[in-house]
């Protein structure tokens, strides 16, 4: 059973940083070989792209627009883990943050793309 667990949400001040991880465990290949990304929901809002990073002997990343220059995405393949590093945050980062899975290359932009989700965590940025 492919488990994503994502943590390290919280309040935060504008300006200020979080650090998520999404820690993946089930998979039935190994994580190295797996695209992983963030995307995140805000109230009343759908499903955006946040950060993706691909296969490990790639590291290729790919970010949107909004939060280029303001978050890292990285990871640990001996860990299983995922991290996504948010600094300069903004009130309009304020939302639900959620790891994913993918084998596929494809559109690693677009959330139809993954084939395993976390739980999501809560990432609330005060004015």
């Known amino acids: 059973q492919v488990q994503l667990v994502e943590s390290g949400g919280g309040l935060v001040q504008a300006g200020g940083s979080l650090s998520l991880s999404c820690a993946a465990s089930g998979l039935t290949f190994s994580f190295s070989r797996y695209i992983m990304g963030w995307f995140r929901q805000a109230p009343g809002k759908e499903r955006a792209f946040v950060a993706a990073?691909?296969?490990?002997?790639?590291?290729?990343?790919y970010y949107a627009d909004s939060v280029k220059g303001r978050f890292t995405i990285s990871r640990d393949n001996a860990k299983n883990t995922v991290y996504l590093q948010m600094d300069s945050l903004k009130p309009e980062d304020t939302a639900i943050y959620y790891c994913?899975?993918?084998?596929?290359?494809?559109?690693?932009?677009?959330?139809?793309?993954?084939?395993?989700w976390g739980q999501g965590t809560q990432v609330t940025v005060s004015s």
């Open positions: 994913a899975a993918t084998l596929s290359n494809a559109a690693v932009v677009v959330g139809s793309t993954y084939d395993h």
């Open positions: 990073i691909s296969w490990s002997w790639s590291g290729d990343t």
